[in-house]
């Protein structure tokens, strides 16, 4: 089969044919039809410090996918062959105390599809029956894709209190803008967003942002205070990593307030304890990966509702032959997220 592979401790991803995988005893075979680029895919591909630490080649590359059951293992329960499923590409243990109390998103043994054991980014993979979510079958192939993310976004929004409440968003990628629609379905009162690319703040504002705000060219803090007569914001959903803007977030959170960070910073920071956590009574939520299976769970029900609409968050579509293309306009930023599939004729939209 066709897979994007990493095949050499350097930069780039080549597609070359590799075995069909075998399937498990408790393991699934999926048929790929779509699957989305995520930031980590490009540290892959990039071969940063991260990525020379966390994978070894060869490996099929991807995490984010839907497909299509086509073979199961002898002991594999759920989902029957020909449905339509997601995937949690986080692989745990279900052993460990973490997964055995409500915490597998926490597992000290987690494995990571396409990072530490081959991806998606291929025509099939094999998977733990455990780790498919299973989808309508009408759902859009790039929405099932990408739920995964959206998992990253439902647990961001939804553990600090957002109803009634005013929210910033720092960082509107994928992740960011995703964000904002749950911070609005869950009845958030005034959301702002900060981004450095405006066509990033578009996305912010066509998903539910009230007002957004550029770091180059406006006051961020200023603008946060008067928008919020004096008092600043209640909840901080940092999505960027980006240093200043921490610094702004936490700079314009109330006393009392809770901030819940889930962007990677690439380094120790200088940060300014004392007056923006000690002396406010600040809450802070490190949030990583999706709740086991409560973020499925609250997803499937904001989707279904109708309370999320994810479809302005696909904005690319290519086929996997062309996955260089995909990942120059992941790259670019000038994006939301960049779906790929196996087959063109599996694309639920125009391919670029
Ligand atoms: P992304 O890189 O597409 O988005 C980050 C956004 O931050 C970009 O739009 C960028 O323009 C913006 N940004 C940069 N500097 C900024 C500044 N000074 N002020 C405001 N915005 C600024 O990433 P994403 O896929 O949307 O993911 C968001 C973050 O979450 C990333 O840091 C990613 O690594 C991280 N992440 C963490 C987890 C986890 O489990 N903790 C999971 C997924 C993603
Ligand atoms: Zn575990």
């Given at each position: 089969?066709?897979?994007?592979?990493?095949?050499?401790?350097?930069?780039?991803?080549?597609?070359?044919?590799v075995?069909?995988?075998?399937?498990g005893?408790?393991?699934?075979?999926?048929?790929?039809?779509?699957?989305?680029?995520?930031?980590?895919?490009?540290?892959?591909?990039?071969?940063?410090?991260?990525?020379?630490?966390?994978?070894?080649?060869?490996?099929?590359?991807?995490?984010?996918?839907?497909?299509?059951?086509?073979?199961?293992?002898?002991?594999?329960?759920?989902?029957?062959?020909?449905?339509?499923?997601?995937?949690?590409?986080?692989?745990?243990?279900?052993?460990?105390?973490?997964?055995?109390?409500?915490?597998?998103?926490?597992?000290?043994?987690?494995?990571?599809?396409?990072?530490?054991q081959?991806?998606?980014?291929?025509?099939?993979?094999?998977?733990?029956?455990?780790?498919?979510?299973?989808?309508?079958?009408?759902?859009?192939?790039?929405?099932a894709?990408?739920?995964?993310n959206?998992?990253?976004?439902?647990?961001?929004?939804?553990?600090?209190?957002?109803?009634?409440?005013?929210?910033?968003?720092?960082?509107?990628?994928?992740?960011?803008?995703?964000?904002?629609?749950?911070?609005?379905?869950?009845?958030?009162?005034?959301?702002?967003?900060?981004?450095?690319?405006?066509?990033?703040?578009?996305?912010?504002?066509?998903?539910?942002?009230?007002?957004?705000?550029?770091?180059?060219?406006?006051?961020?803090?200023?603008?946060?205070?008067?928008?919020?007569?004096?008092?600043?914001?209640d909840?901080?959903?940092?999505?960027?990593?980006?240093?200043?803007?921490?610094?702004?977030?936490?700079?314009?959170?109330?006393?009392?307030?809770?901030?819940?960070?889930?962007?990677?910073?690439?380094?120790?920071?200088?940060?300014?304890?004392?007056?923006?956590?000690?002396?406010?009574?600040?809450?802070?939520?490190?949030?990583v990966?999706?709740?086991?299976?409560?973020?499925?769970?609250?997803?499937?029900g904001?989707?279904?509702?109708?309370?999320?609409?994810?479809?302005?968050?696909?904005?690319?579509?290519?086929?996997?032959?062309?996955?260089?293309?995909?990942?120059?306009?992941?790259?670019?930023?000038?994006?939301?997220?960049?779906?790929?599939?196996?087959?063109?004729?599996?694309?639920?939209?125009?391919?670029?």
């Open positions: 089969m066709r897979a994007v592979v990493k095949t050499s401790s350097s930069p780039g991803l080549e597609m070359i044919d075995p069909v995988p075998a399937v005893p408790d393991e699934i075979l999926l048929q790929v039809k779509a699957t989305s680029i995520c930031g980590t895919d490009l540290h892959i591909r990039n071969w940063d410090p991260w990525a020379q630490s966390h994978v070894t080649p060869p490996l099929v590359v991807g995490h984010e996918m839907c497909g299509v059951v086509v073979d199961k293992g002898p002991r594999a329960d759920g989902p029957e062959v020909g449905q339509l499923v997601s995937v949690e590409s986080h692989i745990v243990c279900n052993r460990c105390a973490f997964c055995r109390t409500g915490k597998g998103h926490l597992c000290e043994n987690t494995r990571i599809l396409g990072v530490g081959d991806g998606v980014y291929a025509e099939y993979v094999a998977v733990p029956a455990m780790n498919a979510w299973p989808d309508p079958p009408d759902m859009p192939y790039s929405i894709s990408l739920q995964e959206f998992g990253n976004a439902v647990h961001t929004a939804s553990v600090p209190l957002v109803s009634g409440r005013k929210v910033l968003v720092t960082g509107c990628g994928p992740v960011g803008v995703m964000a904002i629609a749950v911070a609005r379905a869950l009845g958030a009162r005034l959301i702002i967003a900060s981004d450095v690319s405006q066509f990033r703040l578009d996305m912010a504002k066509q998903m539910g942002a009230d007002i957004t705000v550029n770091p180059i060219s406006d006051d961020v803090v200023g603008t946060i205070m008067d928008v919020t007569e004096g008092e600043g914001i909840v901080l959903l940092e999505m960027s990593g980006a240093p200043s803007a921490i610094d702004q977030g936490f700079s314009t959170l109330k006393p009392g307030g809770e901030a819940a960070l889930l962007g990677l910073t690439s380094g120790a920071l200088d940060f300014n304890l004392d007056d923006h956590i000690i002396f406010k009574g600040a809450s802070v939520h490190g949030i990966g999706r709740r086991l299976w409560v973020d499925w769970y609250q997803m499937r904001l989707l279904r509702s109708g309370a999320v609409d994810l479809t302005p968050v696909v904005t690319h579509r290519y086929a996997l032959d062309d996955f260089e293309r995909a990942f120059e306009t992941m790259a670019s930023g000038e994006c939301g997220k960049v779906i790929m599939f196996p087959d063109p004729a599996d694309a639920d939209g125009q391919l670029e």
